[in-house]
């Protein structure tokens, strides 16, 4: 029998709905009413060949088709998280939650992992000078991909005798990609010393929280210690939730203090 009890996770998760939902509605009036927070946008530039008739061939043509408010889509990133988490309250949506969880799945968990990270790696990539949108969309795709198979994993194993690690090691992968590209954006630039200090804070914080959602899971599935328990493993996932998220969002909000 687990110690922590469906009751505690209702109001953990209620706790934490509210926790995101403050700091969100703090965000998003700190991005609506201070000028130099509320002017911080970035641009998404759309890359196309166009035929040059003076040197008579193909050339690269960029477009900036808008400029992102940084601080507000902050803000949405957190509404996303409390949303899931007013959600799992609901007392018809809870027994459906409760009985998932005693069969060592939870599908709200990727789902709400699949929009919301994949926001905070978008604005980090944007932040290392990736604007193209053909690439954000990559990175946005292959982030949420990585979340699915995080669910996949967890679906998959319903069926089996001995835990099968593929969609892990699947996602794990795809989970890479994007931070390759970061990293290409990086260290092409040679220019490091020109990076905003709170660049490199939320770049390292979101890869040690990053690789801390798969630890957790592979405890879970190894069953060391408390992990044992899936009911453990779940409340992990929320408090990792809400610390990497907090700490993630506040790092690249003091981000929009940087001139552009």
Not at 16 to 25: K, R, S, T
Not at 99 to 112: T, V
Not at 160 to 187: E, Y
């Amino acid at each position: 029998m687990s110690k922590i009890t469906f009751s505690y996770l209702r109001k953990f998760n209620g706790a934490m709905g509210v926790l995101h939902f403050m700091q969100g509605a703090i965000m998003l009036w700190l991005g609506l009413t201070l000028s130099n927070i509320k002017d911080f946008k970035l641009p998404i530039n759309t890359s196309y060949l166009k035929f040059d008739e003076i040197i008579q061939r193909l050339v690269l043509q960029t477009n900036e088709i808008t400029r992102l408010p940084i601080a507000t889509i902050l803000a949405s990133f957190l509404f996303l998280s409390a949303l899931a988490h007013f959600i799992i309250v609901l007392p018809s949506v809870n027994k459906i939650y409760n009985k998932n969880l005693e069969r060592g799945i939870n599908y709200f968990r990727w789902f709400e992992y699949a929009l919301s990270s994949s926001i905070m790696i978008a604005l980090i990539a944007m932040f290392f000078g990736i604007y193209d949108l053909s690439s954000l969309i990559l990175i946005i795709g292959l982030n949420a991909t990585m979340n699915m198979l995080g669910l996949l994993m967890e679906l998959h194993n319903q069926t089996t005798k001995q835990t099968s690690w593929i969609s892990f090691w699947i996602g794990s992968f795809a989970g890479l990609i994007p931070w390759i590209v970061v990293l290409i954006h990086f260290f092409g630039s040679g220019e490091w010393g020109e990076i905003p200090w709170f660049v490199y804070l939320a770049l390292g914080s979101y890869f040690i929280f990053f690789n801390l959602f798969p630890a957790n899971m592979y405890l879970q599935y190894k069953k060391v210690g408390p992990w044992q328990d899936y009911l453990y493993g779940e409340r992990a996932y929320i408090i990792l939730s809400l610390v990497a998220k907090s700490i993630l969002a506040w790092l690249v909000f003091g981000g929009t203090l940087q001139p552009v």
